[in-house]
């Protein structure tokens, strides 16, 4: 899977049939949940599906190559972006509240071991009691991005966050990387967009009839 996955990304990065890669990231992140482990699947909607929808919808942008091509595919429901927009919300809310308490709450010693490995600064606290409030700000994040509430706020905080551990832990951004370009949106663009009325020109009466 990895040359049509290095394949996908090459078109992502220059903006080239944008829609199509992204289709294919989706594509390529289900056979990878069927072929090797079911539990690949509470990060399918986080990491790939939600980020995927979003370019699937909004294309590659203004500095695409895109933009000098027909497109490969079109919009997903262009005359409904809320749609789109609350789906990505509520998938990537659910699954950080999901991943909080299976893996973080369910399975507290995978975070201890990777906080103690790091040799994080804990200002003195226990590392379990750090290990559980990071559960709850996760868990609490995810239902508030759920809920389609502080979208910015949250946003400006993981992205701040996702930077602090992966200098102190001394982890490459990259693995991040499509969060980083997921909440980037969300703070640059806030909450699901209201539906407005088409706005029609006024008629200009003569005055000569008036």
């Known amino acids: 899977m990895a040359l049509p996955a290095l394949i ?11 829609r199509a890669a992204a289709l ?3 594509c390529l992140a289900g ?3 069927c072929l090797f482990s079911l539990d690949f699947i509470s990060y399918y909607g986080l990491h790939f599906a939600a980020p995927a929808l979003l370019l699937m919808h909004f294309g590659g942008g203004a ?3 895109d933009r000098l091509l027909p497109p490969s595919l079109p919009a997903l429901l262009p005359n409904s972006p809320r749609v789109i927009w609350n789906l990505v919300q509520v998938t990537i809310g659910a699954t ?3 991943i909080a308490i299976s893996v973080k709450f369910l399975q507290p010693t995978l975070l201890i071991a990777i906080l103690e490995h790091g040799s994080m600064q804990l ?10 409030i990071m559960m709850a700000i996760e868990l609490m994040a995810g239902v508030l991005l759920a809920l389609g509430q ?9 992205l701040f966050a996702f930077t602090f551990f992966a200098v102190t832990l001394q982890e490459s951004p990259l693995l991040h990387g499509n969060l980083y370009g997921v909440f980037l949106f969300f703070f640059l663009h806030g909450g699901a ?5 088409r706005r029609t020109p006024r008629r200009i009466s003569d005055p000569q009839t008036a």
Do not use: C, E, N
């Not at 996908?8 to 990065?13: C, D, E, G």
């Not at 200002?123 to 559980?132: E, K, M, S, T």
């Open 8 to 18: 996908s990304s090459v078109f992502l990065v220059l903006g080239f049939g944008t």
């Open 24 to 26: 294919g990231i989706v």
């Open 31 to 33: 056979l990878g949940s």
């Open 63 to 65: 500095y695409s190559v």
């Open 96 to 98: 950080f509240a999901i």
């Open 123 to 132: 200002f003195g606290l226990p590392v379990q009691v750090v290990a559980l």
């Open 150 to 158: 502080l979208i910015r706020p949250i946003a400006l905080f993981l």
């Open 193 to 197: 967009p209201i539906d407005l009325p």
